[in-house]
């Protein structure tokens, strides 16, 4: 009950998080919300200790735990989170999986839009809409995972070997619904994962006697997370927006500025690379990040610890490309959009409107400002060059030359700087929210995302296909 406790000094004006929060130069808020991440490490290391022999009582510690958090940080406003988990569960006793789909999906975005509407400003504010976030997937998903039961159990409809892992033919009770919303490592920042891992995880059907194994894994995450998050502080403190919106910054060159907008974008992605790589140990320790077992390079099998992991850390600092970032960053987001949204378009027999329509949705889902769809938007149009360009050039002769001798070092260095540029370029309206301000920006960039990508389809693809086509003859 330590958030209650925290909060308690709050109200009595003795609490310590106001003054530490001025001290490192943060908001209150802010500093609450590390805390909570933080705290759930050592709620799973005391869970280990004292609960997990305990059946009866696993669920019920994360229940206390999660609600326990959510007062600290948003006091009664968590009742907000606490509506839309009613409703499924009503609504999941008395209407099939179909009807159940589209009243929990129309509920819950329209929840949260008004949510946003009601609380969100200009700056980075973190209120009950931002678990909120995290709940809207989780139970958007339960509810595609209960029709997936449902047409298991007819057995008139395949379903993919990703949809029968995660596939429901019973539907979770309240207590259940209610520890799988509040888990304390997952509440407040995600990662996603499915109830049918947390119903496994609960009926021990993960492999928890491997404490020396996953312990392991789960500091070095920890570790990790800390080096992101002192980093992200240091980054920050060099590369900032408050600059790039003033007049000094148009004073210097237009290459100094295209570099600097991609620096401050990469270190501004610290920030929530930190977090769930704090979350992600407090998943592991747990246990909760089961992931199955893998053979390795001496033919023994390992058990795996990745199952709630949201960043490939590799991936994302070695990217050379757009894909690379969505491969490695915000992983169970991205999982959720495949497998719930995008796949489920396929009626529109057109993956490139199915792309559309599930970037339209991400935007939604993060907000109504303008930034967020305009992020989107700038995804859309990069990775649909990217994948024409790369399908075209991968064919010739000089891109196969150009890989396969010391030409790769130098085309791996302008690559990167690619990347770093034009994610700084992309990532500015989502960090800025506001048109004037993504406006401003953008105009010292000289608008150079839009001329790069937005001509690729009626001018620089049919240039390079007319060279490809000449080279070849």
């Known amino acids: 009950m330590w958030g209650l406790t925290l909060s308690l000094l709050g109200y009595l004006n003795i609490s310590p998080v106001p003054y530490l929060a001025d001290c490192v130069g943060t908001t209150e808020p802010a500093l609450k919300l590390l805390i909570s991440i933080l705290a759930a490490y050592p709620m799973a290391v005391m869970y280990h200790r004292y609960i997990v022999t305990h059946n009866n009582l696993r669920n019920i510690f994360f229940i206390i735990a999660g609600l326990d958090m959510a007062f600290y940080n948003f006091g009664l406003s968590m009742v907000h989170n606490l509506i839309p ?34 609380t969100e400003s200009e700056d980075y504010d973190i209120t009950w809409t931002m678990p909120h976030c995290v709940l809207t997937l989780k139970l958007i998903a339960l509810s595609f995972d209960l029709w997936d039961g449902e047409k298991m159990l007819k057995g008139n409809e395949r379903l993919s070997e990703t949809n029968k892992k995660t596939a429901l033919v019973k539907a979770p009770s309240f207590s259940e619904l209610i520890g799988f919303i509040y888990f304390p490592s997952c509440f407040l920042v995600g990662p996603i994962f499915s109830f049918r891992r947390y119903s496994d995880y609960l009926n021990d059907k993960f492999p928890l006697h491997e404490k020396h194994v996953y312990n392991k894994v789960a500091m070095k995450r920890l570790v990790q997370g800390v080096a992101y998050l002192i980093a992200f502080q240091v980054g920050v403190t060099i590369f900032n927006m408050k600059y790039m919106l003033s007049e000094e910054f148009l004073e210097t060159s237009i290459f100094y500025r295209h570099i600097y907008c991609g620096l401050w974008a990469h270190f501004a992605l610290y920030k929530y690379i930190s977090c769930w790589l704090l979350t992600e140990a407090s998943c592991i320790r747990f246990g ?132 770093i540029v034009f994610m700084g370029w992309s990532l500015v309206p989502f960090d800025v929210k506001v048109f004037s301000k993504w406006w401003t920006v953008y105009s010292a960039l000289y608008f150079s995302g839009f001329l790069l990508f937005l001509p690729w389809a009626i001018v620089y693809k049919p240039l390079l296909l007319n060279l490809v086509r000449k080279k070849s003859d």
């Open 85 to 118: 988990t009613i409703v499924i569960y009503v609504s999941t006793m008395f209407l099939p999986g179909k009807f159940n789909v589209i009243l929990t999906f129309v509920f819950n975005m329209a929840y949260l839009l008004i949510g946003y509407i009601v």
């Open 288 to 419: 909760l990040s089961y992931n199955g077992s893998e053979k390795d390079g001496n033919g023994v099998m390992v058990s795996q610890w990745d199952g709630c992991s949201n960043i490939k850390l590799l991936r994302f600092e070695f990217a050379t490309k757009f894909q690379h970032y969505i491969d490695s960053f915000n992983c169970n987001t991205n999982h959720f959009a495949a497998e719930y949204i995008y796949k489920r378009l396929k009626f529109l027999g057109n993956r490139h409107l199915s792309q559309l329509f599930t970037l339209l949705f991400l935007a939604l889902w993060h907000g109504i400002r303008s930034g967020y769809y305009m992020t989107f938007f700038n995804e859309f149009i990069i990775i649909f060059m990217e994948k024409e360009l790369e399908s075209i050039i991968s064919k010739t002769a000089t891109y196969r030359w150009l890989w396969s001798t010391y030409a790769k070092y130098p085309m791996y260095v302008l690559l990167k700087l690619y990347t």
